[in-house]
């Protein structure tokens, strides 16, 4: 359960040893996760003239969405990642780079968000994170705003991660020798070492888009890297009566991590991919 300082410690720790893109390898590059997976689903959200990005890391996705607006505001706990984005990105005059407190967006001005986006980085926050977001994302939003935030959903899984908490207590020669890591996670069929926040779940980001007067239409409820085991979430929201509105749907798709050994092999075909 990462609090938000331990979130700080740890990416201001990590070395970025490819600006993130070690994060992609599993999908055949970021160029082939944004173009295969990521991009086919915010495409009828893009080009919007403003976008607000939470938690960019050193611009793993940033450079794609740069050119997608006219405006764009990062925003991300680490002064590291901050200022790597700065010099990363100091040619694209249109991008403003800030660092928070790990809850607040009081840098971004009231109804000015086009298309607010987040992924593979709020997984790691936690209830409080995402609950004073969307709290505030419902000023940030223009009236035809809407947001895409890759979130966690371990949280629904609290039997599993209850074993995995028991496993953690044992003495350190067993772990190591008789219940490895690898071993306890195909046998739960969970992704355990990812760091997703425990406290959050699909219907509790729901709960919190209704408080803040905010509509979540659809979630893709999805498994990742280990096991079938439903761990992310893919939620998109807008505002009550917004172009976007409409009836809440949602998709169990057990088959994610199956799609990214597609994106492996469809980058070898159609591009200079990894």
């Known amino acids: ?15 970025w040893p490819h600006e993130g893109d070690e994060w992609s390898d599993q999908f055949g590059g970021t160029e082939a996760l944004w173009a295969f997976l990521l991009y086919p689903r915010i495409r009828r959200f893009l080009p919007a003239p403003s976008i607000l990005e939470i938690a960019p890391g ?3 996705w940033t450079q794609y969405l740069q050119g997608l607006c006219r405006s764009m505001i990062a925003i ?14 100091a040619a694209n005059t249109h991008i403003r780079f800030y660092g928070n407190d790990g809850f607040s967006l009081a840098a971004v001005p009231d109804d000015s968000i086009d298309f607010a986006f987040s ?8 209830s409080d994170v995402m609950k004073s977001y969307l709290a ?3 000023t940030k939003l223009k ?5 895409f935030f890759h979130h966690s959903n371990i949280g629904a899984y609290k039997g599993r991660l209850a074993v995995f908490d028991w496993y953690r207590r044992l003495p350190l020669p067993f772990r190591e020798h008789v219940l490895k890591v690898n071993r306890l996670e195909a046998l739960l069929s969970i992704n355990l070492r990812g760091a997703r926040a425990t406290s959050m779940t699909a219907p509790l980001f729901r709960q919190y888009c209704e408080r803040a007067g905010l509509k979540c239409v659809s979630q893709e409820i999805i498994n990742w890297v280990t096991g079938r085991s439903l761990t992310d979430a893919i939620s998109v929201f807008t505002k009550p009566a917004s172009r976007w509105d409409k009836p809440f ?13 597609v994106t492996k092999r469809l980058a070898r075909l159609y591009g200079e991919w990894k």
């Open 58 to 60: 050193y611009g793993r």
């Open 143 to 147: 009236p035809d705003g809407i947001g």
């Open 249 to 261: 749907t949602v998709f169990e798709n057990f088959r994610f991590v199956e799609g990214a050994l």
């Open 1 to 15: 359960m990462p609090t938000v300082s331990q979130n700080l410690e740890l990416w201001n720790r990590y070395d």
């Open 119 to 126: 992924f593979d980085s709020l997984v790691h926050a936690e």
């Open 136 to 138: 505030q994302l419902a």
């Open 76 to 89: 991300d706990i680490s002064e590291k990642c901050i200022e790597h984005c700065k010099t990363r990105f």
